[in-house]
Structures are given as structure tokens and as C-alpha cells.
């Protein structure tokens, strides 16, 4: 059984100008100790769905799902307590802005402390032992000075670090990291970054790394999710999805990595994500799609089998080729 | 931090010889002449009012006035009251307690129904509660004060006869009064129902005097509790796993406080101002009952001496309020 087990996620948000699908229908399946990465273009709703997750969307944001089980307890049926002692316990997240993410009135130490008082009970003297302990294992210098610091007295990487102790403090069984490096210079991304595999590597836990960033991808993880406009296109394990994508939108994505162009200017994939008012009907990327036909454009397509990646097209490719109606097993 | 009290207390000195002439000003362009309200109904002879406008000084340029004026207030002297011919200094600082316990009172009022009115209008944004808690708001913010009053006495006092109708302790009561506040001297007097009836005394002036700053703490409050709550940090204290209660409560409410604070401190300039409304209905025998007075027989001296004081207070409010901002936000304290 997974560790998270997250069924046909919807996520809608209501907007002045009626509903809004930003994740739909999406599947996560993450196992113990995995590192699986979600990739895809901004508004494709790897973040909103990881949020939903969490149960950190706004209000005006409607979520339903078959069923989102994480260690056993189902989150669309628990009530609001329960999950709340199990969020910031056995699963955590960091987020995008690190600056902006910690509060600004409380020093570090109060906030490093809070998630161990509220979840382990832990005694002052005991909170800032661990405390101490956590700002060491995540790298900061002088942990006791910086137990007394204000969030505007550190740099972005530090509140970074800072962020992911917090998020650590409770031994968890998931971290989700979501775009964790994307406000960060790029000498404090990949030390970021090797700082989370570290934490990974030494505690066993599953790591879920929200990225847009292809690079970031073959370096970290196990398995590869795909996501486009809120839907799921394709996931794999990370070799596998490098040497052979299935979906055509994977496929452009890794063409236009600089180190696999063979033309003097970079190929991109024309055209942009659809919104609220142009979400065609039939396959969601068939707009952009460099082999979409008529079918394409009328009829959603059904999710491939294993083989194929689970892609979500009619003609899933195969070593860059798109195979036909016949050769596709349903 | 001792850098800045200084360099704030600097700016007061063109601060206070700007509403000392503003208040010195403003008593003499009311119509009427306080030697002619002196004398009374009988009149007085030229050569007494004469007399009289030599000793008063009166009969001086307006400018030379203002100067030996400023001249007395260097040496913290506000001059002698027209009427009771006892110093203004003493006179403001025997009734201030009346009005500083009322006023009190009232911010404490305010504060305390205010804050949780907006932290529960903002969490339930859009619903009822919201709606109910800032029509309410809105309603108390709009009443004029003084009809405000009546409706109150007439209710509770005359319909119901729950409450006194004026003053500060019922006529049964004698006790020494030594610091002024009839709370405490009813307390320490140990009288049986002294303190209930100073209490009873208090209620219907306080919600009074609190009533628009209630409003203006609930609807900051709420605005900025508003703005706080779709903060990332706000965010991050859900994502530990935190009860709303210390969501909101703490992580929100600390940073919201930023703005309330600064509304507190301008709301201590209104209520000075309601003071002087609110102790004429209720017959609260303190600095705006005596302002009111003091205009009636065009008490120079009193009214241009209490118009200073109150500006000193405000002034001196609004520091603190700064003062308080370091100990909230420690972006400013560390500077």
C-alpha cells in the first residue's frame, strides 16, 4: 500500500467569472521512502494539487477527490482535527517563497519550537535541544544565535533552511517541496537541493519535489509525474521518461532542454497553457500538439497502460514515434 | 530607541506653539466679552471695566498678550481662571482623573470588543457573521453621539431603571477621594456598594464614549486581519498542523495588530473630543464638563489652557503608540 494514495482529484476554484478547474482528475501514488517529482508549466496545478493535499487552498477553492489516504487515514472522510495532527507530523511541506513563508513577529526558535510543542509535547528545555539539533542537520551556522533571530535577518537560503528544520522537526513521513528553489540564486539551489536528498537519504522518508525545472528532475528523482493544464499526462520512473517519453507534450518538454537541442536557437512548444475560457474540448495539449488530428481535437483521451506511461493521449509515442490507432492497446 | 524619544519629543516643541496659538486664537474670536459676563446682569461702571481690562490685561496688543502668555507657559504657568481666579493647572489636573478613568474605560471597551469583532468579521469573510458584526459597526460609527446617549438613558435608566442617569458615584457615598479615580477610592473606602455604585455610574458613559471607536478598532481590525490571512506565513502555520484558535489568533493577529495600533492611538485624539460631549450629558465632572463651562463665560485662560493640555496628551498618546509598534514588529525595533 503507498504511503499517499491520491484518487481523481478535482480542484475548482470559484472566480467572478464562474468556476475555474485547475487540477483535474489527477492520481498520486507516493511509496515509502520515494522521491517522486511533478513537473510542468506554471498553471498546470502541481502546486494546487499538492496544496489540496496539505488542505491549504483558500476558501474559495472546492476540492473532491475518491479518496485522498495518506498512512491509512483517508483525508476525505477524516475530520478536521485528525487531520491536523497529522499534517506537520508525518507530513510537511516547504514552499516557493522563503521569505514570505516564515512570520515576520516570531523569532526562529518560536517557530521551529511551536511544531514540536503542538505535536510532540515537548518541554521548553527539550524544544530547544531539538531545535538546536534540527538548525545543525539542515546546515545553518551558530544555531543558538539564530534561535534568537527575526525571519528579515536572514537570507533567502537560510529561511529556506530554517523552513525545511520546521518542516523536519517531527520526523516526517513525506515532505512535500514545493518549488523549493525557484526564489533562490542558483549556488543556494543546489545546495538546497542536496540538502533535501541528504535529509531523504538519512531519514527515509518520501519526498514529493514540486519543479518546473527538467534539470532538477534527472538529478532527484525516482519517478516522474507529468502535468499539464491540471491533468496528469504521463509518469515514470526517471531514466525510463528520459530515454523514451510517450506523451508528445513530454517529449517537446525534454526537446527543448539546451543540452538536447541540435539547432542553433532552442525548440519551444507554441502556444500556451489554456485558461478559464479556451480549455478545448477534446485532449487538453492537442492545441500545441505537434502529431494531433481530428480525433484529438473532439475526443478526450483515455490514460495508457504502464508500458506507455500512463500517457493520457491517443497516439502515445513510442522511441519518438507516435503509434497508430491500430498498434495502441486500450 | 533613546535617539528617538528625543528627536520625537523635538518635533512637539512646533507642535505645541502652533495649538497654542490656534488655542489662545480661537477663545477670543468668540463673540462676547468676559469682564461684561463677569459683572452680570447689573453692568459695571466704565472706570471699573477700565480698571478691570488693565488687570486682566486686555487692553495690551493681542500680540504682546500672546507673549506674556507664552512667557507663563515656559514656566509651565497656564495663568489664573477668569472665574474661579484659582490656577488653571490646578483646576485641569483635579478633574483630569474623571476623564482619564471614563476614557479609559471607554478604550478598554473599545479594545476589547473591537478586536475579537474583527478577527471573527475577517475569518468568516462574506458570512453572516461578518456582515452582521460590520453593519453593526457601520451603524455605531454613523450615530451621533450625544442622541446615541439619550437613546441609552432613556432605555436603561428610564425604561428598564438599571442605571443612573449622571455623575460619577451615588450622593449616599463619602469617602476621601486621593487619587482621583472613583474606582479605586470607592475600593479603598471600604463603604459596602460603594464600588457596584461607581461601577453603575460608569457603564452607560463608557459605551458611549466607546462606541466610535469600538466601530473604527472593529473595521481596522478586520481589514487587516483580512490582508494577513492570505500571507504565506499564515500559510505555514496552517501547514504545521496549527489550531485555527492559533492560526488566527496568534501568527495572524500579531501582524495585524501593526495597523489596529496606530488606529488606537489616532481613536485617543476622538475620544478626547467625545469627552467633551459625553461629560456634558451625563454631568461627568471632568475636563470637557469644565471646557463646556469655561466657553460658557468665555474663561480665557481655562479653555486656552485645557485646549493645550488635551493637545500635550494626545501628543504624548501618539508617542507611546510608536513606542509600541517596536515592541510588535521587531523589524522596527531592530533597526
Request: net charge neutral.
Amino acid at each position: 500500500m503507498p504511503l499517499l494514495d491520491v484518487r481523481n482529484l478535482c480542484v475548482e476554484f470559484k472566480t467572478a467569472d464562474g468556476l475555474f478547474k485547475a487540477v483535474d482528475g489527477v492520481d498520486v501514488q507516493v511509496d515509502v521512502g520515494d522521491v517522486l517529482a511533478i513537473v510542468g508549466e506554471s498553471g498546470s496545478g502541481k502546486s494546487v494539487s499538492m496544496l489540496a493535499v496539505m488542505g491549504l487552498l483558500p476558501w474559495t477553492a472546492n476540492v473532491t477527490a475518491d479518496a485522498i489516504v495518506f498512512d491509512g487515514v483517508d483525508f476525505t472522510t477524516a475530520g478536521a482535527k485528525q487531520r491536523r495532527s497529522i499534517i506537520g507530523r508525518d507530513v510537511s511541506m516547504i514552499f516557493q517563497e522563503p521569505m514570505t513563508s516564515l512570520n515576520p513577529c516570531f523569532t526562529v526558535g518560536f517557530q521551529i519550537g511551536e511544531a514540536l510543542k503542538t505535536h510532540l509535547a515537548l518541554s521548553r528545555s527539550e524544544r530547544r535541544k531539538r531545535s538546536i539539533e534540527l538548525l545543525e542537520q539542515v546546515g545553518l551556522p551558530e544555531p543558538e544565535r539564530r534561535l534568537r533571530a527575526f525571519p528579515h535577518q536572514l537570507s533567502g537560503g537560510m529561511s529556506q533552511r530554517v523552513m525545511i528544520a520546521m518542516a523536519i522537526a517531527c520526523k516526517p513521513k513525506l515532505l512535500i517541496a514545493d518549488e523549493p528553489t525557484t526564489a533562490l540564486d542558483v549556488t543556494i539551489q543546489a545546495q538546497i537541493l542536496e540538502l533535501l536528498l541528504e535529509l531523504q537519504n538519512d531519514t527515509g522518508m518520501a519526498l514529493v519535489l514540486i519543479t518546473h525545472d527538467m534539470g532538477v528532475v534527472a538529478e532527484t528523482a525516482q519517478r516522474v509525474s507529468v502535468q499539464y493544464a491540471g491533468q496528469k499526462v504521463e509518469e515514470q520512473c526517471v531514466q525510463d521518461l528520459f530515454v523514451d517519453a510517450h506523451h508528445p507534450y513530454t517529449h517537446a518538454l525534454l526537446a527543448a532542454l539546451p543540452e538536447r537541442a541540435t539547432t542553433r536557437t532552442l525548440p519551444s512548444i507554441p502556444g500556451v497553457v489554456p485558461g478559464q475560457f479556451d480549455r478545448p474540448q477534446g485532449c487538453l495539449f492537442s492545441p500545441r500538439c505537434a502529431f494531433a488530428d481530428a480525433q484529438c481535437q473532439s475526443a478526450q483521451p483515455l490514460v495508457q497502460s504502464e508500458s506507455l506511461g500512463f500517457a493520457r493521449c491517443h497516439y502515445p509515442l513510442l522511441d519518438g514515434k507516435p503509434l497508430q490507432a491500430s498498434e495502441v492497446r486500450k | 530607541m533613546l535617539g528617538f524619544i528625543l528627536r520625537r519629543l523635538g518635533t512637539f516643541i512646533p507642535t505645541f506653539i502652533g495649538v497654542s496659538i490656534v488655542s489662545f486664537l480661537f477663545i477670543r474670536l468668540l463673540p462676547g466679552d468676559p469682564i461684561l459676563l463677569m459683572a452680570g446682569e447689573r453692568g459695571m461702571s466704565d472706570d471699573r471695566y477700565a480698571q478691570l481690562m488693565t488687570q486682566f490685561g486686555f487692553d495690551k496688543p493681542l500680540l504682546t498678550q500672546y507673549w506674556d502668555y507664552l512667557n507663563g507657559l515656559i514656566r509651565g504657568d497656564l495663568g489664573l481662571s477668569f472665574k474661579t481666579k484659582r490656577p488653571v493647572w490646578d483646576e485641569f489636573f483635579a478633574l483630569f482623573p474623571a476623564t482619564l478613568e471614563l476614557s479609559l474605560c471607554a478604550i478598554a471597551f473599545a479594545i476589547g470588543l473591537g478586536i475579537p469583532a474583527g478577527i471573527v468579521a475577517a475569518v468568516n469573510r462574506g458570512k453572516w457573521p461578518d456582515q452582521a458584526l460590520m453593519s453593526t459597526a457601520l451603524v455605531g460609527y454613523s450615530m451621533p453621539i450625544f442622541w446615541w446617549a439619550l437613546l441609552l438613558i432613556i432605555f436603561f435608566s428610564g425604561t428598564l431603571g438599571w442605571t443612573p442617569v449622571s455623575g460619577r458615584i451615588s450622593l449616599m457615598f463619602f469617602f476621601p477621594t486621593d487619587t482621583g479615580f472613583m474606582l479605586i477610592d470607592s475600593f479603598r473606602s471600604g463603604q459596602a456598594g460603594a464600588l457596584a455604585s461607581a461601577v453603575e455610574h460608569l457603564i452607560l458613559p463608557t459605551i458611549v464614549l466607546g462606541t466610535i471607536p469600538l466601530a473604527v478598532i472593529a473595521r481596522q481590525t478586520r481589514s487587516a486581519m483580512l490582508e494577513v490571512l492570505s500571507e504565506d506565513y499564515v500559510r505555514t502555520a496552517k501547514a504545521k498542523g496549527l489550531s485555527p484558535l492559533r492560526v488566527n489568533g496568534v501568527h495572524a493577529l500579531r501582524n495585524a495588530m501593526i495597523p489596529v495600533i496606530t488606529v488606537i492611538g489616532l481613536s485617543v485624539g476622538t475620544l478626547m473630543a467625545g469627552a467633551i460631549l459625553t461629560e456634558t450629558i451625563f454631568s461627568w465632572p471632568g475636563i470637557g464638563k469644565w471646557m463646556v463651562e469655561g466657553i460658557g463665560s468665555r474663561d480665557y485662560t481655562a479653555v486656552q489652557g485645557g485646549l493645550l493640555m488635551i493637545a500635550v496628551i494626545v501628543m504624548v498618546v501618539n508617542l507611546v503608540v510608536d513606542l509600541l509598534y517596536g515592541l510588535i514588529n521587531p523589524k522596527i525595533r531592530q533597526r
